[in-house]
């Protein structure tokens, strides 16, 4: 079945046994947070709750946060992330721009019937400052150029019809305001919220063309874009909602705090705002939200754009790289190699390949093949069986990282280590990991 839309996406992880339909009623404030988390880390399916106190719309989040989830999405197995996310970051598809009224246009709701209020915007976790959007894709313009860009900025509601807008140094975003706020001008932005995978996948991508292209590239077709209502913007046409309206210049308030990908809060931040005119919508539409510091939102953010990079740069160090993984429950600051070894230094050759991949790499872990780097269970039986710290574990002190890691100073300089798990030859050849093969315990438990 081909997926193309949220909708189809949800159907084809129910065929998966990956959603959980949730019937019983729960509250935006931090229960369904709190429920995402917990289902997330007990690596069970999506939660898609169908009763949301004081709400009509059903909410589903978690969509992505697991290797088995990210394979559904992109209809390939979770061995294969990193070299269909490397293909498409280098094989761009256009979008296809349609005429008409879209499906994420059958409903509109503009001026002052705009409510935020209407929609299910849960307090994710216990310390964050209020109701944020979290699992939209931001859409905007370069003022100058007119090129489009995808991105995550998450929103505070404050009002009806206003929110913050968390726009961190660096992004693309934050360029195109700075050009409108130079020329007095407001910028025009779109939230679209509901999408297929694939577009919420690019949208986490650093690239400098519109992120749209990834997606089409992910789905091996144009992503079908409609011009949204209240600006020259274009939103994609299957979207479940799409809220429009504009950032004005020069305006800062309090923002935050909220739970960051490192697993920590942030502190209260100066934002600019996000003025509402229209919220567009299709019929029965279906709100999507990430919880912070979730699995999920490290895949998007850390894991999935960094995985081809790393790929390349460790394979071209050694051909017997077999993969890799960025984990998820490390803020994305640990890679994880396996390989097949054939030279003594090769392992600490590959590890030193990780670290350029990314800046935010500081741990680096080398495996042997026999070793499941998704299973974290077996990177800490591999870390205690076969390593001998004082030979296999490096530090690379004073090293730059990311300056939110709480374990690296306030611009990020922290020591990075080289775990090395692999065995060497003799030890290779005396100890062979216990395998029970993997069975389906449904016929026992009946
Ligand atoms: C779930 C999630 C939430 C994010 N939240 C924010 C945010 O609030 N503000 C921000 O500036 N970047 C945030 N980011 C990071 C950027 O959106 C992301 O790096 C994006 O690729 C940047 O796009 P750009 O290269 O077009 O600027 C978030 C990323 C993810 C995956
Ligand atoms: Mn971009």
Redesign the pocket.
């Known amino acids: 079945m081909a997926i193309n839309d949220l909708r189809s996406f949800l159907q084809a992880l129910e065929e998966k046994n990956q959603l959980l339909k949730i019937t019983r009623e729960v509250s935006l404030d931090q229960e369904i947070g709190r429920i995402l988390i917990a289902i997330e880390r007990k690596g069970m399916g999506a939660p898609f709750f169908q009763n949301v106190r004081g709400h009509s719309l059903p909410l589903v989040g978690g969509v992505l946060g697991s290797p088995m989830r990210i394979a559904t999405a992109l209809q390939c197995e979770p061995g294969e992330i990193p070299d269909r996310m490397g293909y498409a970051l280098e094989n761009p598809v256009k979008p296809e721009i349609r005429e008409g009224t879209a499906p994420c246009q059958e409903v509109v709701v503009k001026g002052d019937e705009v409510d935020l209020g209407q929609l299910p915007v849960p307090i994710h976790a216990p310390g964050d400052a209020g109701a944020f959007f979290?699992g939209g894709v931001t859409i905007a313009k370069d003022p100058e150029s007119g090129r489009q860009?995808l991105?995550?900025?998450?929103m505070q509601i404050k009002g009806k019809n206003k929110t913050g807008i968390?726009?961190?140094e660096w992004?693309?975003?934050k360029t195109f305001l700075d050009k409108a706020e130079k020329a007095s001008k407001p910028l025009p932005v779109a939230l679209a919220i509901g999408l297929d995978p694939a577009i919420m996948i690019a949208?986490?991508?650093?690239y400098d063309g519109d992120?749209v292209e990834i997606a089409g590239a992910l789905r091996d077709q144009p992503i079908p874009l409609v011009p949204a209502l209240a600006s020259d913007l274009l939103v994609p046409a299957l979207a479940e909602i799409i809220i429009e309206g504009e950032i004005p210049p020069g305006i800062r308030e309090e923002e935050g705090p909220l739970g960051e990908f490192t697993g920590h809060y942030g502190i209260p931040w100066q934002s600019p705002v996000f003025l509402v005119k229209s919220i567009s919508h299709r019929k029965n539409p279906i709100f999507q939200t990430?919880a912070g510091a979730s699995y999920e939102?490290i895949n998007?953010?850390n894991v999935l754009p960094r995985e081809p990079l790393l790929k390349k740069y460790t394979t071209y160090v050694s051909k017997n790289v077999q993969n890799v993984h960025i984990t998820p429950y490390s803020g994305g600051f640990m890679a994880v190699v396996s390989i097949k070894k054939t030279n003594p230094g090769e392992s600490r050759n590959v590890a030193l390949a990780a670290f350029t991949s990314h800046v935010n790499i500081k741990n680096v872990m080398v495996v042997d093949e026999d070793v499941n780097i998704y299973d974290p269970a077996d990177l800490m039986w591999a870390l205690s069986t076969r390593v001998i710290p004082e030979k296999d574990i490096t530090f690379i002190p004073m090293a730059q990282g990311h300056e939110m890691d709480p374990a690296s100073d306030e611009r990020g300089v922290q020591t990075k280590m080289i775990i090395d798990a692999t065995r060497d030859e003799k030890t290779r050849e005396e100890y062979k990991k216990v395998v029970y093969e993997d069975i389906d315990l449904g016929p026992y438990l009946e």
């Open positions: 979290t860009n991105s995550y900025q998450r968390t726009i961190n992004r693309h975003v949208a986490g991508c650093r992120e990430i939102h998007l953010g």
